[in-house]
């Protein structure tokens, strides 16, 4: 495994985390930093795979460590939630929001839940919604392998570029549609809309992928002069298209950016970032004294397990406010502390007792003979 991608696993949740819990404004971007490391890690390992094995098992490898590595957690997930949920039902507890889940639940199976997201049929669901990001990543893990396995090692670097530009294109004509109505069952809602549909991520797995394969220019360099001018241009385009900075934890990125196009150069900006962030990290070492602390290859590791959970388990510790009167800050810290405390503790288990004997038999029934290395175009990574 690569030093210091756990660590930037463990940052991307906790930034969703912040997000949910209404800390942190800009806290959605860790899902862009998901996409982006899906990128350079199934990238780099479908390249591999391509070189030492035939077709079919290159597609049957892949496909079956994916399926034992996503799915027993996800469904694991549904059917404990569509349990609890029928319980609740019949307890007579928040009715509507539990016949909503059964409602929503069919998309999630199918992992098409990110078209719903962006339908005018959407309701939010604290069980359901953070769900769209899976749909997108599945929807990646179709398409990808087969366009890896279709172009030579020669092209590699047109389609990483080509993907880079159609992600922002698809989001300006995307915008075109939902600003011209031109289909009924889009959402009234422009910028979430676009941002649940799977090709509005391209550049996202564009920029990973290239990572992965190609080198970029004094790439710590790029990080530090990144870390600055992102939220300069953040600020300032809010301010130019509003009149106001907006929140200042949002950094002129707070869900869902729109003001000033910024729905489709927003994203691509952000992407690239976490790309030089990932590729400085991976490549060039940085941080990584941090990233690899016990602590947060730990969160790293069962950071699945927490994305899947979290959302959940901050709407039940939310609800203690319904028995204990507390202010707002009160209840937002109390509310933060337990749901965290509570995934945390969930997700151990649950990797521990679910996660980590299934995953035992990726090698066992689907290895490979991918080797390991710390150049691009070589490394060896687990996803």
Not at 8 to 34: E, K, M, P, S
Not at 138 to 147: G, V
Not at 274 to 292: D, H, K, Q
Request: with cysteine; net charge positive.
């Amino acid at each position: 495994m690569i030093p210091g991608l756990d660590g930037l696993r463990a940052i991307a949740f906790l930034l969703v985390f912040a997000f949910h819990t209404n800390y942190l404004d800009c806290g959605w971007v860790g899902v862009q930093l998901f996409f982006v490391l899906s990128g350079f890690l199934i990238t780099a390992i479908l390249v591999d795979m391509k070189k030492t094995l035939p077709s079919k098992a290159y597609f049957v490898k892949f496909y079956g460590r994916r399926f034992l590595r996503i799915f027993p957690l996800y469904y694991f997930y549904l059917f404990l939630i569509a349990g609890i949920a029928c319980w609740l039902y019949f307890s007579h507890y928040r009715v509507n929001l539990m016949l909503e889940y059964f409602n929503q639940l069919p998309s999630a199976l199918t992992y098409t839940y990110n078209f719903l997201y962006a339908s005018v049929w959407f309701k939010t669901s604290y069980f359901l919604t953070h769900f769209w990001s899976l749909s997108v990543e599945e929807q990646f893990y179709i398409i990808w392998p087969l366009l890896i396995l279709l172009t030579p090692s020669s092209s590699y670097k047109k389609l990483f570029i080509g993907a880079i530009i159609l992600g922002p294109v698809f989001r300006l004509f995307a915008a075109f549609l939902y600003n011209a109505h031109a289909f009924p069952f889009l959402s009234v809602n422009t910028p979430s809309g676009i941002y649940a549909l799977p090709f509005s991520h391209l550049d996202a797995f564009g920029f990973g992928a290239f990572i992965s394969q190609y080198r970029l220019p004094r790439a710590r360099q790029q990080f530090w002069a990144l870390l600055v001018a992102v939220p300069l241009i953040g600020f300032a385009t809010q301010y130019l298209a509003t009149g106001n900075f907006g929140s200042w934890s949002g950094f002129g990125y707070a869900f869902p950016i729109a003001n000033g196009l910024k729905h489709s150069w927003g994203y691509s900006l952000l992407n690239y970032f976490f790309a030089v962030t990932i590729y400085a990290v991976a490549r060039e070492g940085l941080f990584n004294r941090f990233l690899e602390l016990r602590w947060m290859r730990y969160l790293g590791k069962i950071s699945y397990g927490m994305y899947v959970y979290h959302y959940a388990l901050i709407f039940f510790a939310s609800r203690l406010q319904d028995y204990i009167p507390l202010a707002p800050d009160q209840a937002q810290l109390l509310t933060a502390l337990i749901a965290f405390v509570a995934t945390l503790a969930i997700a151990s288990a649950s990797y521990a007792l679910l996660e980590k004997p299934i995953l035992s038999l990726k090698d066992r029934f689907f290895a490979t003979e991918s080797k390991s290395a710390t150049q691009p175009g070589t490394a060896k990574a687990t996803g």
